[in-house]
């Protein structure tokens, strides 16, 4: 199956309730062979109109934070947990995010991409397969199956919580180090940078005993 046709797929979805409160499904935007996905919660209510994620205005306030580390809209993909807006907007709910969970993954198995950015609590527990808090997770790498997970904050929470918009900002600092990373990975040859390398491991081995994850 290809991407195209896993969306075609999906256009008349019927697997769960929220099917019958939704304008169209909203399945995801962007480059389908992207390096670096962004997964968030749900569409909203611009987003179920236009059938776009992230188009209101955390939309626009993801696409300053990604410009401020050097990244486009265009070079990304960019999808949600959920497919179909929830009522009123509120969060979507364990079984929902259960039928639709194996539509996400398999997007992020079409995609393939080597980082998946995970925005607020949702995304980062459905992609954790582990029930924790966003704000525990948050500007850490965790190194999952297929791919390398990076929890951040929701933007739309910065926007509902002015005091988050500082740790947000701070995350996709933390992002970019991540990507100058997968740029320029550390040559093992490099005394130098082996050492950084094995401190760094040393350092997120410590950092995960209480919560028993496997970080890098």
Do not use: W
Request: aromatic share 6%; hydrophobic share 35%.
């Amino acid at each position: 199956m290809t991407l195209n046709e896993l969306k075609i797929s999906l256009t008349d979805c019927q697997k769960c309730r929220l099917s019958s409160g939704r304008t169209q499904v909203v399945f995801g935007v962007g480059n389908p062979d992207a390096d670096i996905m962004f997964v968030g919660e749900g569409p909203g209510y611009y987003e179920d109109k236009q059938g776009e994620p992230f188009v209101g205005a955390a939309g626009k306030l993801l696409t300053e934070l990604l410009e401020s580390v050097g990244l486009s809209r265009q070079e990304i993909y960019i999808a949600n947990v959920v497919k179909c807006r929830p009522p009123n907007n509120r969060d979507p709910q364990a079984d929902e995010i259960e039928t639709c969970q194996p539509f996400l993954l398999e997007q992020i198995k079409l995609i393939n991409p080597k980082l998946v950015c995970s925005l607020g609590n949702f995304a980062t527990q459905t992609l954790l397969g582990q029930k924790i808090g966003i704000t525990k997770v948050r500007g850490r790498t965790f190194q999952r199956p297929d791919f390398t997970l990076f929890p951040l904050l929701h933007p739309a929470a910065a926007l509902h919580q002015g005091n988050l918009r500082v740790p947000l900002k701070e995350d996709f600092q933390k992002l970019k180090n991540v990507l100058d990373k997968m740029k320029n990975p550390p040559d093992p040859s490099n005394s130098s940078d082996l050492a950084g390398l094995k401190a760094n491991e040393s350092q997120a081995e410590a950092d995960t005993q209480p919560q028993q994850m496997d970080l890098f």
